[in-house]
Every structure is written in C-alpha cells, then in structure tokens.
C-alpha cells in the first residue's frame, strides 16, 4: 500500500467534477433520506438528503444541511412557510425512486407524483410522509443557521411524530433495521445494504483499561 | 406489519436511557470518525464522533456536531486552541479501539497511549492523524456555530490535507471504500460493513421521466 497526499492547493486546482467527487466521497458512509414538505397550495414536495445528523435527544432534534439559496430551493421555502417537514428512511425497494427525487422537474408537479412515490398524512401536521418507509420523522422548525463559509444551513428541527414498524422497536427503545434492509450511502449517487453489525459495550472506568 | 405512532409528549415522557437509544437510532446510519486534536502542551487526544457532515466541495468543507460544554471536551479546546483537528476513517480492524476512545481516561494521558492507537505526523499542521486509517483528512477551524437549542455546537472546517491510500482513489475522484473495511453506524454503539453497493445515474431531463 502506498499512501499519497494532496494538498490544499491541489484541491484548489482540481477538475470541478473530480473534486465533487472526492470531496463528497471523503467522510465515508452518510445517511440518505427523503425529506417531505408542502407548500402554501397544497403542493408537496419531496427531496434527498445525505446529510441529516443527530443533534439532541432531550429535547430530540434532528438537522440537515442545505446548499447555498442560489437556485430555488422547495424544500426550504416549504419549511419556512408550512413550518414542518418530515425525514424519511431509504430502504432497498425505494432506491431508484429515491435518487430519481434529485431529479428537476416541471413547476408545480410534485416529486410524489413523478417517482410514483405515495405520501402518508398525519393528523398532527401538514408534510407529507413516505407511506413505505419503515421510519417516518416528523418535525417543526426550531432554528436556522446560516454557515457564513459557504452560504449553507443548518436547518434544526424538533421531532413531533415518530410513525415506526412496531417489529423494529426493540424493548430498550433500539431499532432494528435489518428487517428493512434500510440503505447507507456514500458521495452524491451510492447506496448500500450493510452486512453484519456489532454492538459494542459502553466504554466504563473498568472496561477503558482493558483496551 | 403494523405501524406505531409516538407522539412528542410520549417521546418527553420516556425513560432516559430508552429516549437516548431511540432518538439515535432514528436517523439510520451515521458516519463513525476518529478526531485527533492537540493541546498547547503536546498532549494528544482523539475521539469518535459520529456526526461527521459534509458542508461543500468549493471550498472544501467538512463538519461535525459537538455536545454541549458542561463537561470539559478536550476536542473542543484543542481545535479553538490549535486551530487544527484531524478527522479519520474507522475500518473493521480499528472498530473496538477507535469505540474505547469514548471511555473518559486519567487526565492527562491521551486516548492514543490508552487504546494502542498509532499517530501520524503531517508537516503542515500539529494535529495528529490515524496511522492505520486509510483516509486521513486534516482541517483548519473556519467557523463554530451555536445550536440554540440545545446548546451544541456546529464546528465548521475546511480541509487542508488529504493522505489516503492510493489505491483507492479512481481516475473520476471517487474513493473506493472496498478494499479497506470502512465502517459505517447506528446510534452510540454499533459499528456495520457494508455489503453489496449500487452507483446510479445522474437523474436529467430525459432520465427523470422514465422513472
């Protein structure tokens, strides 16, 4: 194995698709999930994010980042005007249409109707969910910041709904996702089925010297 | 099947450890990461954290989710102090020693000595890098935002190093994870390879209506 650097300067320098890649590809595995909104007529909308990451349990808060407000951006006006919006797991079946939500298409057609995707609603609030997927978030809008080095956001929200396969729930509030076959994916355009998974124990004073 | 609905007030309602389980469960997959810091005196440390999010590729900008300061967090002293932090892949082989780096150690003694785990040295920046990961990214802090609502912390930085094994790295810039066994993870405790993976299309004007 040999290893090689690259330096600032050679990212700097790089082909604008050669670093897309690299860049996207280099933390390693990411969280693809369907992000659900509506807006003011009625008409929903329905995106991929990899980026949506734990923020809190107590109160519990789930964010996403989002790309610079140069191009119209659905999602966050939805979010902005309707205040809600649901994270939507990726399952192995939803994948095809799931990456086709990256797609652009005609104004004011939804994204539900082009994938074929079909939405689920709630009585509690108005984003549409993925009636397939096995975890379905529903959140409100809690907080925005604006990351001031590249004109993206952070985007906070504060899970209101949690509808879950029941067999999925495990007795110590884990879920169980190899029932699912829930995906992980990496950079812009992969997806994965995990193989075998290990729980480790809580490192305590004792175990820590054990290593 | 059958689908269950929890309600926010059944979420405030639950018992601690439950709650914490599954609210970090719930965003399927995360991205395990060790992150190498030093402080003013020399003394390393290094941490996983699994809120590693990909902020642009131009610049290049990586970030990840720091908990709130009651405890002293010698992550976020050294970067503020250094200026540097170093963030590094976690295959299968370094899976139990990278999650002991979550146990709490004498003062003083750095999760390097304690877990085994070999540093690496780059000219360009003091923070200390995983020998053994095979994707190796330094970063210089560019931005720290405050998370109101739960008094976290967003920590922005923008890479200034990349050592990676060469062998990885495709003429088109993508990183093939493959060879290596990286991981990705579930919650606070689980650790998973992934099997077969997928790379679809682009989605265009003509693709996205043949979906």
Redesign the interface.
Same mark, same amino acid.
């Given at each position: 194995? /040999?290893? &090689?650097?690259?330096? =600032?300067e050679k @990212?700097h320098q790089?082909e604008?698709?050669?670093?897309?890649?690299?860049?996207?590809?280099? #933390?390693? $595995?990411?969280?693809p999930?369907l992000i659900g909104t509506v807006n003011t007529k009625g008409i929903t909308n329905l995106s991929i994010f990899?980026?949506?990451?734990? @923020?809190?349990?107590? #109160? #519990?808060?789930?964010?996403f980042?989002l790309r610079p407000l140069t191009v119209e951006r659905h999602t966050y006006e939805n979010i902005k005007t309707c205040g809600y919006f649901t994270?939507n797991?990726v399952t192995e079946q939803l994948?095809?249409?799931a990456?086709?939500c !990256?797609?652009?298409?005609p104004k004011g057609v939804s994204e539900f109707i082009?994938?074929?995707i079909k939405p689920a609603y /709630?009585k *509690?609030q108005p984003a549409p969910y993925v009636e397939e997927s096995p975890?379905q978030?529903a959140l409100k809008i809690?907080?925005e910041?604006a @990351?001031? !080095?590249?004109d993206?956001r952070?985007i906070?929200g504060?899970?209101?709904? *949690?509808? @879950?396969?029941?067999?999925m729930?495990s007795p110590?509030?884990? &879920?169980d996702?190899s029932k699912h076959k829930?995906?992980?994916g990496?950079?812009l355009?992969?997806? $994965?089925?995990?193989?075998?998974?290990?729980?480790? =124990?809580?490192?305590?004073?004792d /175990?820590?010297?054990l290593?």
């Open positions: 194995m /040999s290893q &090689i650097t690259i330096t =600032a @990212i790089m604008v698709n050669y670093r897309r890649n690299l860049i996207n590809d280099l #933390p390693s $595995f990411k969280s999930h990899n980026s949506i990451v734990h @923020i809190g349990a107590n #109160p #519990p808060l789930l964010g980042i994270i797991s994948m095809e249409r990456h086709a !990256s797609g652009k298409y082009m994938t074929g /709630s *509690i975890i978030i809690e907080e910041q @990351i001031k !080095s590249n993206t952070l906070v504060r899970i209101v709904e *949690i509808r @879950i396969e029941k067999e729930l110590k509030g884990y &879920i996702v829930i995906l992980t990496r950079g355009d992969q997806y $994965f089925t995990v193989a075998k998974g290990k729980r480790l =124990a809580r490192i305590t004073k /175990s820590c010297l290593i």
